[in-house]
Nanobody, 125 residues
């Protein structure tokens, strides 16, 4: 498994931006596919974005497409989530997740074997 530590959450107003970071340690980070998920109160954890080890492709939930950008720096063992034009509906705990390569399915939380502790993002109207 990989140890993941998220940071960068906070309280912002609608329309503002935030950048989340996820620092990884443990197995070779550069081989892992990385994902961001979020969970709002009373709702299931949902897929937000993912990036394979190469960083050549990125995947997004329809609800964040065009507003969020996932990226990774393998030299720093870190993955980022740039969130722009935030909406109250983006309020949730955001989790970073990692998994070994081997599947082309990135949106399923069940395929990830390592999770961070989460960081709270609150967007006020």
């Amino acid at each position: 498994q990989v140890r993941l530590v998220e940071s960068g959450g906070g309280l912002v107003q609608a329309g503002d931006s935030l950048r989340l970071s996820c620092a990884a340690s443990g197995r070779t980070f550069s081989r892992d596919a990385m994902g961001w998920f979020r969970q709002a109160p009373g709702k299931e954890r949902e897929f937000v974005a993912a990036i394979p080890w190469s960083g050549s492709l990125t995947y997004y939930a329809d609800s964040v497409k065009g507003r969020f950008t996932i990226s990774r720096d393998n030299a720093k063992n870190t993955v980022y989530l740039q969130m722009n034009s935030l909406k109250p509906g983006d309020t949730a705990v955001y989790y970073c997740a990692a998994r070994l390569p081997g599947s082309v399915v990135y949106y399923s939380r069940y395929l990830y074997d390592s999770w961070g502790q989460g960081t709270q993002v609150t967007v006020s109207s």
